[in-house]
């Protein structure tokens, strides 16, 4: 009877392990698959999270990008505006250079309307006839060139005028402003018209010795030997024609075949070979300073 007993609580505690095994087992079954889930969802939530994470950086780069872009477009603007300004400003310089230059060649002297004789310019003057007298530094030059013309061509050539004083070139001009007046013109226009053939006092290379007006200074010269061969040998001596045909826009005088300008041979060489006028070649000077 005893025994009995014990056997049947025995088997009651085998039946309450096993009850509690199937416990733990279901409990353990159920936390694996609740385990299992949050992890599968917490992935996909994560994914979620990073794609927005992602996506907003990729749209805060893109705004930044084009941020720097415009910065970038607005500052390469702002330097071609401040490289164009200053290459502008640099050329003007330059150009304001090239005004202040001086030729320090006293026969490249420069004399016009724009270029009045300096009040300090002095010189010698030498005969070359009773009446004409011209720069004794190239007196020299304009003998040898009218003695070979005149051995060379047969023909008749002379100066008619060389060096002319302040008094004698204000008589030139009233007479010619007068000459245009008589015609009918007015003061004015006459004194307009009067600067394309004869300069104002102050503005004449006459007054300074180094030009020549040959024979009767008119364009009946243009036919004869003499102009002929001074076209073709006049540099050799250092003389140039200083009023040229289609320079006028330039020298603001008309072509005049007579009248002719000492420079030097090195320089009269230059400018027959490149058809400069004086006025051009003294920029051109300038330009290769």
Same mark, same amino acid.
């Not at 250079?97 to 420069?110: A, G, P, V």
């Given at each position: 009877?005893?025994?009995?007993?014990?056997?049947?609580?025995?088997?009651?505690?085998?039946?309450?392990?096993?009850?509690?095994?199937?416990?733990?087992?279901?409990?353990?079954?159920?936390?694996?698959?609740?385990?299992?889930?949050? @992890?599968? +969802?917490?992935? #996909?939530?994560?994914? /979620?999270?990073?794609?927005? &994470?992602?996506?907003?950086?990729?749209?805060?780069? !893109?705004?930044?990008?084009?941020?720097?872009?415009?910065?970038?477009?607005?500052?390469?603007?702002?330097?071609?505006?401040?490289?164009?300004?200053?290459?502008?400003?640099?050329?003007?310089?330059?150009?304001?250079?090239? @005004?202040? +230059?001086?030729? #320090?060649?006293?026969? /490249?002297?420069?004399?016009? &309307?724009?270029?009045?004789?300096?009040?300090?310019? !002095?010189?010698?003057?030498?005969?070359?006839?009773?009446?004409?007298?011209?720069?004794?530094?190239?007196?020299?030059?304009?003998?040898?060139?009218?003695?070979?013309?005149?051995?060379?061509?047969?023909?008749?050539?002379?100066?008619?005028?060389?060096?002319?004083?302040?008094?004698?070139?204000?008589?030139?001009?009233?007479?010619?402003?007068?000459?245009?007046?008589?015609?009918?013109?007015?003061?004015?226009?006459?004194?307009?018209?009067?600067?394309?053939?004869?300069?104002?006092?102050?503005?004449?290379?006459?007054?300074?010795?180094?030009?020549?007006?040959?024979?009767?200074?008119?364009?009946?010269?243009?036919?004869?030997?003499?102009?002929?061969?001074?076209?073709?040998?006049?540099?050799?001596?250092?003389?140039?024609?200083?009023?040229?045909?289609?320079?006028?826009?330039?020298?603001?005088?008309?072509?005049?075949?007579?009248?002719?300008?000492?420079?030097?041979?090195?320089?009269?060489?230059?400018?027959?070979?490149?058809?400069?006028?004086?006025?051009?070649?003294?920029?051109?000077?300038?330009?290769?300073?």
């Amino acid at each position: 009877m005893y025994k009995r007993k014990i056997f049947s609580r025995k088997k009651k505690r085998l039946r309450y392990a096993r009850i509690r095994t199937l416990v733990m087992l279901a409990l353990i079954a159920v936390c694996s698959v609740a385990f299992f889930q949050n @992890k599968g +969802k917490s992935k #996909d939530e994560e994914k /979620l999270v990073n794609s927005y &994470a992602i996506g907003t950086t990729d749209e805060a780069d !893109t705004a930044n990008n084009n941020s720097v872009n415009a910065d970038n477009t607005l500052i390469n603007g702002m330097n071609e505006d401040y490289t164009d300004k200053k290459a502008k400003d640099d050329s003007e310089e330059e150009k304001e250079d090239i @005004k202040s +230059k001086k030729i #320090d060649d006293w026969r /490249l002297i420069l004399v016009n &309307a724009d270029n009045p004789v300096p009040d300090d310019y !002095t010189f010698e003057l030498t005969s070359l006839d009773e009446f004409r007298t011209f720069d004794s530094r190239a007196i020299g030059d304009l003998k040898k060139l009218i003695e070979d013309c005149r051995r060379e061509t047969r023909g008749v050539i002379w100066v008619q005028s060389g060096y002319r004083d302040r008094s004698a070139q204000e008589r030139l001009y009233n007479d010619k402003v007068k000459q245009y007046m008589d015609s009918g013109k007015s003061r004015e226009e006459a004194e307009k018209l009067a600067v394309t053939s004869v300069s104002k006092p102050g503005t004449s290379e006459h007054e300074i010795g180094l030009a020549v007006d040959f024979n009767y200074a008119n364009f009946e010269f243009e036919n004869t030997k003499a102009f002929k061969w001074l076209m073709e040998n006049a540099h050799k001596y250092g003389f140039i024609l200083r009023y040229p045909e289609g320079k006028q826009s330039i020298t603001k005088v008309v072509y005049e075949p007579w009248h002719f300008r000492y420079v030097g041979k090195e320089h009269a060489e230059v400018i027959k070979s490149k058809g400069f006028c004086l006025e051009e070649y003294i920029e051109y000077l300038k330009n290769q300073q």
